[in-house]
């Protein structure tokens, strides 16, 4: 089956800065992925060119299989749902009358029809059977962006493209949105949604994309963009004892200590922080520890969490030039 | 797109307001008539005759909005029609959907000519009515001099709307042009309201003779023609040619600049 989403050597240049820079990306049909970068990264930029708003300066996109021109009928986009950026309606209208608007807007007979025939569903899907009726200008922003989300399902989508879906959500929102989103992947809808907040990526996507400057600077599940090596959390009688033997293990590196003082041994109790590679491992760490007559009270691992890793990539270090 | 685009009109304040008050206008001069009546045997215009023929009074309408509310009329339609979809951000959501970026634009103007349909036909049938009640209905008299049968008379009205609303839809197009350009309705609004007013000056300067035959408005009112008899139809010709070419030309850039243009909004 080939993928869903495919964007190559895609680029964007505005006024010759470009916002996104030779960004290749592919992604299989069913994956719920999450596209990950900061404010300004050009994640916005991808979903319109993906979406046929905006002409690429270079490279092209294809979303399922079909290549996206703005401006040209891409017939493709009919089997994709869509959320970009702030989700807009006309104030006037009511949420269903703008659902119903949009779904008569094009697209053949019987399309249109199946359309309408969901609006119900895709309102209650969201939580806005109730207030459906209201005219917009009557909505909350977390209302809106529900009602985006609605009129993104209306078409039973085998792809949908969220740019920052839960702005405006709150916790249980989040949430809600979070499952709602799994739900659909797990059903065979390929969902790529763009976050610059990574508690949503993490918990739910099976693979992550990381985007800095225009670039993909790192993909894969989020486990696997956890750095490689361990960190360890080590609490000894004697650190300054301890530091000395340390030195001498192959693969292990102790953290300076922040505050190194002259009463650094009136503090037995305060932590040794150690980075791990290989062939050094927690187990023989300890027992060179205990082995050099040290008493080891704490060992501990310490997770470095995703938004420390995103943070390295995107830090200006770590982009490639 | 069509379709919706006038559905969607049917629910906004706007489309109701301008109704009322295009339509305000054949009742208040049939009002200001029986007010106040012009002196028997004063000149041959719209107005005067209006008080011997009720079926003058749409034509007097027409001519008074003629040069000013109608061309506000497609200002307002055409210069918000693009413009505030980008500027509501639902202009994105149409394109996604997707929608042709061509049948957006034809689609809107589509709309937009049919809603000045509607207000022609609104002006047309208010006067009708007025005019009709209070100084009734029968031969018309030409302002040649001879008469016309009330059917006759009827079908050169129709004919006269019709082609009022070619002209202003010439003016729809360019304001549909200028709709493009931009994310501000209001300023489209105002930019396709300017080029009306700047053309009517352009027209009044007759040392700017050269540049009378290319003008909008120099063919605006020609729909008197029809009330000569003969009639001749050259003024009217040229009109409805001029109209059709900005029509072309403006609707023609209008599309080029939305299919290359960058939805950013």
């Known amino acids: ?321 | 797109m069509f379709r919706v685009e006038l559905g969607k009109s049917f629910h906004r304040w706007r489309t109701w307001l301008l109704a009322v008050v295009l339509g305000a206008v054949p009742a208040l001069i049939v009002v200001a008539l029986v007010l106040n009546p012009p002196p028997p045997g004063a000149g041959g215009d719209f107005i005067s005759l209006a008080t011997r023929n009720g079926l003058f009074a749409p034509l007097a309408a027409l001519a008074v909005v003629q040069p000013f509310l109608l061309p506000l009329t497609a200002g307002l339609l055409s210069g918000d029609a693009i413009a505030g979809e980008a500027s509501a951000g639902t202009l994105r959501y149409l394109l996604v959907r997707p929608v042709r970026r061509s049948a957006f634009v034809l689609g809107k103007y589509a709309a937009i000519v049919v809603l000045l349909c509607s207000a022609v036909g609104i002006i047309v049938a208010v006067g009708l009515l007025a005019g009709g009640l209070t100084f009734g209905l029968g031969e018309v008299p030409t302002l040649s001099g001879s008469t016309l049968s009330l059917g006759e008379a009827f079908l050169r009205l129709l004919g006269a709307g019709l082609y009022a609303v070619a002209g202003v839809a010439g003016l729809a197009a360019v304001g549909l042009f200028i709709s493009s350009l931009t994310e501000s309705g209001p300023g489209a609004t105002v930019a396709t309201v300017a080029v009306a007013i700047i053309g009517q000056i352009l027209g009044a300067l007759s040392s700017l003779e050269f540049l009378h035959p290319y003008l909008l408005n120099t063919y605006w009112l020609a729909f008197f023609e029809l009330f000569r008899s003969p009639v001749s139809f050259d003024l009217m010709g040229q009109g409805l040619t001029v109209f059709a070419a900005y029509a072309a030309i403006f609707l023609g850039l209008a599309l080029t600049v939305m299919s290359r243009r960058d939805v950013l909004s």
């Open chain 1, 1 to 321: 089956m080939s993928a869903a989403l495919v964007a190559r050597g895609l680029t964007k240049t505005y006024g010759g800065v470009a916002a996104v820079d030779g960004l290749d990306l592919s992604v299989e049909p069913g994956t719920l992925y999450g596209f990950l970068g900061p404010n300004g990264a050009g994640k916005t930029t991808t979903i319109r060119i993906m979406l046929g708003l905006i002409h690429a300066s270079a490279g092209e996109v294809e979303v399922l299989g079909e290549p996206v021109t703005p401006g040209k009928g891409v017939a493709a986009l009919r089997r994709v749902g869509a959320l970009v950026e702030e989700p807009a309606f006309w104030r006037y209208l009511s949420g269903r009358k703008n659902l119903e608007y949009f779904a008569r807007a094009a697209g053949p007979a019987d399309d249109r029809r199946a359309r309408l025939g969901r609006l119900d569903e895709a309102l209650d899907v969201v939580g806005l059977g109730e207030a459906a009726d209201k005219k917009i200008k009557a909505y909350s922003q977390g209302m809106r962006q529900r009602l985006g989300i609605a009129r993104a399902l209306l078409g039973a989508p085998e792809v949908l493209l969220l740019d920052e879906p839960t702005n405006g959500l709150d916790p249980q929102g989040i949430a809600e949105m979070r499952a709602l989103l799994r739900r659909l992947a797990d059903g065979g809808t390929t969902v790529f949604v763009s976050s610059h907040l990574l508690a949503e990526v993490e918990v739910a996507c099976d693979v992550v994309g990381v985007l800095a400057r225009g670039r993909l600077v790192a993909e894969g599940p989020p486990s696997n963009l956890r750095p490689a090596g361990d960190r360890l959390r080590v609490t000894v009688d004697d650190p300054v004892r301890a530091r000395k033997v340390l030195a001498d293990v192959e693969g292990v590196i102790v953290a300076a200590d922040p505050a190194p003082g002259d009463d650094a041994g009136d503090l037995p109790a305060a932590p040794l922080h150690l980075t791990l590679t290989r062939p050094a491992r927690a187990a023989a760490v300890n027992a060179t520890l205990v082995g050099a007559g040290l008493a080891v009270s704490e060992l501990t691992p310490e997770h470095e969490r995703l938004e420390d890793v995103f943070l390295d990539l995107v830090g200006d270090d770590h982009v490639p030039r």
